[in-house]
């Protein structure tokens, strides 16, 4: 879940607006130049010690830096229908990814049928980007979480969009939510669902009644990715293919069309 972007709002009034000290690079030796930068950023916004100390012994991570360099190989450039997608992400064919989220969603029933109710987003919806996300829970990732979202923030192709979810990494860790060694997906993402950790900060929601929203509790982000899509304007009950308004709303989760047309089609035959 890489494309959806959270703004700090600044307040009105002000003389001029604060002025970034991290700069983007092009060098993976630039990277600790950026983190000194990003220090400065993350200050101004009341990341903590624990957060800086986080964010000094981040590392660049690999994996993140050629992902990016290389465009090609990401989902959203080239066109693929959406069975093609979902047999390439899965490594199975569609059918097969089909039956094992209906398979997951027949094991926890009461689960998904709770959180429709609450959020309007319906199981089929949400048990498919698991799968897509994770495998159901199946693999979370091997980055830790700041290093790869403090490397995607430098990468000059997606600064200064994505330093807001380093800095939000940097608050997770503060609040215990996640440590400066916690793994998840290379850009940073984190949990069951794969959220960046500026949507997480803006959509967790405690699903399972604990007193705690956890990502790596997967009612919690279950119910956190139903939450994100209710409150980008999810309208209960109503479709969800290609050319409805639920399908733009899939937009909010990732902006790539095949990954959107790839939801839908698993979806409503998984229902």
């Known amino acids: 879940m890489r494309r959806f972007t959270i703004v700090f709002s600044i307040v009105a009034g002000l003389a001029a607006p604060a002025v970034e000290a991290a700069q983007c690079i092009t060098s993976k030796g630039a990277f600790s130049g950026y983190k000194a930068g990003l220090a400065q ?122 330093e807001s979810h380093a800095i939000a990494a940097l608050q997770l860790v503060d ?30 929601v405690d699903g399972n009644g604990d007193g705690r929203a956890d990502p790596y509790n997967a009612v919690d982000a279950l119910a956190s990715a139903a939450n994100m899509l209710a409150r980008n304007g999810w309208r209960a009950g109503a479709p969800f293919g290609p050319g409805t308004a639920n399908f733009r709303v899939l937009s909010a989760w990732n902006d790539s069309g095949n990954y959107q047309r790839a939801i839908a089609y698993a979806a409503e035959r998984a229902q």
């Open 41 to 162: 950023d993350a200050q101004a916004t009341g990341v903590g010690p624990r957060g800086m100390q986080a964010l000094q012994s981040a590392q660049l991570s690999g994996i993140t830096w050629r992902f990016e360099s290389n465009p090609s190989s990401q989902s959203g450039t080239l066109q693929r229908d959406p069975a093609t997608f979902l047999a390439k992400r899965s490594g199975s064919s569609a059918d097969a990814f089909i039956q094992r989220t209906r398979s997951r969603m027949a094991k926890n029933p009461n689960t998904f049928a709770s959180i429709e109710q609450r959020f309007g987003v319906p199981g089929s919806v949400l048990a498919t980007i698991w799968g897509l996300e994770t495998s159901w829970g199946g693999y979370l990732g091997e980055t830790p979480i700041v290093g790869g979202a403090v490397t995607l923030a430098s990468y000059c192709r997606r600064h200064p969009r994505f």
């Open 175 to 204: 609040r215990g939510i996640i440590t400066a060694n916690t793994r998840g997906g290379p850009s940073g993402e984190l949990g069951h669902m794969q959220f960046l950790a500026g949507n997480w900060l803006r959509y967790g």
